[in-house]
């Protein structure tokens, strides 16, 4: 058996190998007669991570560094109306090939050429906007600082991004895309609270508060996207809420996990809302739920190892019993997964169940 899509035959086609017509008519039979194991994007498991695809993502990273995180000082040199120039001409060209390869079938680099574009957003914007002089004064002086200094100025820049990757996921349809989209939402809610910190004198504990609201703002919005990609067809089928979760689920962790509990049952309820996240990410598919509920529990125990019980002679072996008991659980788990998943997701929405479940 062998994972076919529209976009091959037509790949196919491109290359001479069959006519557009013969693409048309292979499809038609096998979708008709089910020959072959038809699968659209969202029943796919994600990019197998062979060679090829580690030299894409490898690849695109490494642009998309070098015009982000990566950029030097030197760059000042090319001057505002010079960075404005660049920054377009870049965008323009990775659009461009974006659209050839994915006119090729080649939907993989085409989603990081499409998000280098992405990318390349609040570069032009802030070259646009220092060059006319709009620049709020007092701020960074260097693009550079966008990706390490938290600054109330860089709204304009968020804004913008969201707004153009938002146009331009709605053009390109390539679930990669969503990954800028999700790091500016994060970016957004620190420089959020840094303009409120600096305007209405709140402390640390509120950008800390902000954290935990714009995760699960984050979060919600991931599972609506989540739901809608579920239930549409064609290229809207797609794993579109992936990053959305990892940076909502990180957001949410870490206001949380900041949070003072004074109490041991602040702390004790701290490690049952990670217990939770466990049978969260467990009940809808998701594993990064349960990787930061599991990281919640461990640093809970270490508390109780080092604090509470660091006296204790009988609590190292209580932990190693537990630590047994949770394997055996486990495998326990692994037997009965399925009926497990299906128990849990029946309490969920039918769009937010794990797809075996549905």
Known sequence: RVTVSPADLN?????????????????????????????TPMDLAGPRFGFTNVLYYFGGLVAIGAMTLFMTLGWSQ???????????????????????????????????????????????VWALQSGLGLWPPGGPSSYRAYHTQIDWRWLTLEFATLAA???????????????????????MWMDVAHALMQHSGFEYQFMRDLSLVFGIATCFVAMWVDVRSRRASGEWRQDFAFWLYIFGALMFWGGLSLQDS???????????????????????????????GALGVAGYLGYLSYRV???????????????????????????????????LGAWLPAGLRPRDAT
């Not at 499809?27 to 007669?33: F, I, N, S, Y």
């Not at 990757?165 to 970016?187: D, E, S």
């Not at 990670?274 to 594993?287: E, H, S, T, Y």
């Not at 002679?313 to 047994?324: D, K």
Request: glycine share 10%; net charge positive.
């Open 11 to 39: 790949a196919a086609a491109r290359d001479g190998l069959i006519t557009n017509t013969q693409a048309k008519l292979l499809w038609a039979r096998w979708t008709q007669h089910d020959q072959l194991q038809v699968t």
């Open 78 to 124: 090319f001057g505002d109306w010079g960075l404005l120039a660049i920054a377009l001409g870049y965008l323009v060209g990775a659009l461009l090939v974006a659209d050839h390869l994915k006119g090729r079938g080649l939907r993989t680099p085409a989603g990081i050429l499409a998000t280098l574009a992405v990318c390349l957003v609040p570069l032009a």
């Open 165 to 187: 990757g938002v146009v331009m996921l709605w053009r390109y349809r390539l679930p990669f895309m969503v990954m800028p989209i999700a790091v500016t939402v994060w970016y």
């Open 262 to 292: 004074g109490t041991e049952w602040g702390k004790a309820v701290y490690a049952l809302i990670n217990v939770g996240l466990v049978f969260v990410g467990a009940a809808i598919g998701r594993r990064v739920f349960t990787v930061f």
């Open 309 to 343: 019980f660091r006296d204790s002679l009988l609590f190292p072996f209580a932990l190693t019993l537990l630590g047994l008991a949770v394997i055996a659980l486990g495998i326990w788990w692994q037997r009965h997964e399925k009926a497990i998943e299906a128990r």
